[in-house]
């Protein structure tokens, strides 16, 4: 059973940073590309970001480039999400995102 739990989440002012972490189980995880999204109140899931099973290729939608990076431990078996310089417009339930599976989701609240 594909299993996501992810965390890290919390409330941060405008311009600060949060890391997400995604702990996967179930699965193999290093055979896998994942995936970040977000849902933000009264609004549709994002794509936010994503990466190859061996790390060595990312994406990002351009509302994050150059301030969220995603990186991956194979070993571990964790997905990660740096975020650093955020804004109020992201926050939102953030999701690791295998596939069709998906964690419960971990919320982030950027506010002064």
């Known amino acids: 059973e594909v299993q996501l739990v992810e965390s890290g989440g919390g409330l941060v002012q405008p311009g600060g940073s949060l890391r997400l972490s995604c702990a996967a189980s179930g699965f193999t995880f290093r055979n896998y590309a994942m995936s970040w999204v977000r849902q933000a109140p009264g609004k549709e899931i994002e794509w936010v970001s994503a990466?190859?099973?061996?790390?060595?290729?990312?994406k990002y939608v351009d509302s994050v480039k150059g301030r969220f990076t995603i990186s991956r431990d194979n070993a571990k078996n964790i997905l990660y999400l740096q975020m650093n310089s955020l804004k109020a417009e992201d926050t939102a339930v953030y999701y690791c995102r295998k596939g069709a599976d998906r964690g419960q989701g971990t919320q982030v609240t950027v506010s002064s």
């Open positions: 990466i190859t099973n061996d790390g060595r290729g990312t």
